[in-house]
């Protein structure tokens, strides 16, 4: 049987756990015309979400949806290169005469396509051979604005650009939506602060150009309820207070809640119970599964971002973190020292900061440093 706590990726509605109200909200407004800023932390699941709305029968046969996660890009180019390799392969599947509308729209990408045996198209030009990235941004757009179905577009870790060196990129972005009449768009972020900046802030490109939704956290009734339902259909039962005490010990955030779900039904034998007792055994089963990684992680960490790091772990959560009482408390240097510390953690995803308050990003590396 397949493990119904997915954590890894979309695998369909019943394995998708309530977000009946904003799946609505977002199929609405899109559907409507309307472009969405969605917010949240990272790991309560923005972009599966996003991936279940795409999947409703409004959507899945009437439009061609993208998602473009720009995580990793730390240029315009790399974005481009990121833009015209997802939209290929999303429209590779759906027949020749649909991914050659899009070939003959981008000609700067041209030189980078191969064709496999069966005759599909790859894109493998790599971020150096696209010489102009403006004229390829406008070549994706143009062929957004020509399809021959409308477009949806869902740009992950939005706030990326913003690190970008190239000059305009936001107004330049802003411009090429605010005319793409034939596309919607769902900007996607997990810096609070910097998706608020460039949305709500009335000397930015973005301001008042979409509805911002921030995305909370799942029910925990409504968790429960999808637990002992998944449970019951493989003949097996399972504890409300489990469920309980993993929301509370991981603070709702569904990646934690199901990749400790998935381990818990793994270990539950059809006929079996699952009860308290074997909580922490799945949680330390995770834990200890990365914690060579996490050792050599540490290793590589200079020390004074390594003594700042344990001293979060130690406190849990963090306000006034430059202060002068949190070095005292620690043992460390100075606050001035700590503030060139944090930034550099929270620059490696180390650590979060929300409304001012530091925090352990990896929650699973926080447990394995407790234990240190």
Known sequence: MVNPFVTNGYAGPDYFC??????????????????????????????????HCFNQEEIKDKYYTFIIDIYSTKSLAEMVNKMGKTVLETLKPKGR????????????????VTYDGAGLPTLTLSVGDITNPNNTLDEIFHYLENADKPCLVAIDEFQQILKYQDANVEAALR?????????????????????????????????????????????????????????????????KEVVERLY??????????????????????????????????????????TSLTYEDLMYQLPEKQGLV??????????????????????????????????????????ITQEKGV???????????????
């Not at 339902?229 to 399972?238: D, V």
């Not at 990749?259 to 006929?271: H, P």
Request: include cysteine.
């Open 18 to 51: 309530d977000r009946v109200q904003e799946t609505a909200d977002i199929v609405g407004l899109l559907r409507n015309g309307n472009n969405l800023a969605l917010i949240s932390p990272r790991r309560y699941g923005k972009t599966d979400l996003i991936r």
């Open 97 to 112: 005469q649909v991914w050659e509308r899009f070939l003959d729209a981008v000609h700067s990408l041209k030189p980078g």
């Open 175 to 239: 411009t090429y939506v605010q005319y793409c009449s034939n596309a919607n768009f769902v900007f996607l972020g997990s810096q609070r602060h910097l998706m608020g900046t460039m949305f709500v802030s009335p000397n930015r490109p973005f301001y008042q150009s979409v509805t911002v939704m921030n995305l909370r956290l799942i029910d925990l009734g409504k968790y429960w309820t999808f637990c002992e339902t998944h449970f019951a259909k493989a003949g097996k039962t399972i504890d």
């Open 248 to 289: 509370a010990r991981f603070d709702g955030i569904t990646f934690y809640l199901q990749k400790v779900m998935n381990v818990l039904f793994m270990r539950t034998l059809e006929g079996g119970h699952c009860g308290v007792d074997e909580l922490e055994p799945a949680i330390n089963y995770i834990v200890d599964f």
């Open 309 to 350: 790091l344990r001293a979060i772990c130690e406190d849990g959560k963090v306000n006034q973190i430059t202060s002068g009482k949190f070095s005292k408390r620690h043992g460390l240097v100075s606050p001035s020292a700590v503030k060139s510390a944090v930034n550099a953690l929270l620059d490696k995803d180390l």
């Open 358 to 372: 530091y925090n352990i990003y990896d929650k699973f590396f926080e447990i394995w440093l407790k234990r240190q």
